[in-house]
């Protein structure tokens, strides 16, 4: 965050409005950028769904409150075909970012924005990685519902998330159906949805592999604790959470120690014997 940014009056509107102390409306702004870059390095963080933002910011209150928010202070902008854009996303990114995008002839999507409101009937052809639908669903819909085509972040079969499902996507449902235990599915849902973004940035794939690569940790997972005590066994949500599916497998498994068989009468007997004779040794009675 640029220096004397804590002072403009938009700030203090953010800040004001959440209710936050200073430094935790700087993480909360860092924090959505910081997902913008991971995420969608053009700036067009409108490709993810509200609920996909918050859930990479970890915000915990309502999604949709959240991007009105940001929207009406100016840290985000509405657009007819990215939905939302990082307010000014190509003034603030990294060098690197920007001769990676200068290099490959492309251009931010605040830039296509501003293009576009400069010369009305012509199209850019440096246009960002994207092609979302040229009309705009309005702020507080969730991307999956339109027409679009894009990928949701963290839900690679996201077409499926019906009502029949409660609202969970199916590659959500089939890493649950293997998690072995079977409490706090909610919770769960939210972690899992944190951790793909995770997995997504640590391995640099598509999201198709990162649920893809959640399931094959869970179904191994599953195996190492078949015979285990459950009590033993975390919740889902705190297995997610802690990234425990990164852990050795062989750490899955309960560490026994091994308990010697009981002593026979004869090998008691010896036992006593020879700590007697310690004894009487040690106060001189042999």
């Known amino acids: 965050m640029k220096v004397g940014t804590t002072e403009k009056i938009k700030f203090k509107r953010t800040k004001r409005a959440f209710g936050l102390p200073l430094w935790q409306t700087v993480g909360l702004l860092e924090s959505v950028w910081l997902s913008a870059y991971q995420n969608s390095p053009a700036g067009n963080i409108g490709k993810m769904s509200n609920e996909d933002i918050a859930a990479a910011i970890e915000w915990e209150g309502n999604p949709d409150d959240l991007i009105a928010q940001l929207v009406k202070d100016g840290w985000l902008d509405e657009d007819e075909e990215f939905r939302l854009i990082v307010h000014d996303w190509s003034e ?25 409101a400069k010369h009305p009937a012509k199209q850019s052809k440096e246009q960002p990685a994207r092609h979302v639908p040229s009309t705009m669903p309005p702020i507080l819909s969730n991307p999956r519902q339109s ?3 894009q990928e949701p972040p963290i839900a690679p079969q996201g077409a499926r998330e019906t009502k029949a499902n409660n609202g969970y996507c199916q590659s959500f449902l089939d890493w649950w159906e ?3 235990k079977k409490v706090g599915k909610d919770a769960a849902y939210r972690a899992w949805r944190k951790a793909g973004f995770k997995v997504k940035a640590q391995m640099v794939c598509s999201s198709q592999e990162a649920a893809a690569h959640l399931l094959s940790r869970v179904i191994a997972y599953e195996a190492a604790r078949q015979g285990e005590d459950p009590q033993f066994t975390p919740h889902p949500a705190t297995w997610l959470n802690q990234g425990r599916w990164a852990d050795d497998p062989a750490t899955w498994k309960a560490q ?4 010697p068989p009981p002593e026979t009468p004869d090998e008691k007997a010896a036992r006593l014997g020879k700590l007697w004779e310690e004894q009487d040794r040690a106060t001189g009675r042999l």
Not at 97 to 112: E, M, S, T, Y
Not at 256 to 259: L, V
């Open 178 to 180: 293997h998690y072995p």
């Open 92 to 116: 603030h990114v990294s060098n690197y970012l920007k001769g990676a995008f200068a290099k490959h002839r492309r251009l931010f999507a605040d830039q296509v924005a501003k293009q576009r």
């Open 256 to 259: 026994r120690a091994e308990t």
């Open 147 to 149: 027409n679009s085509s």
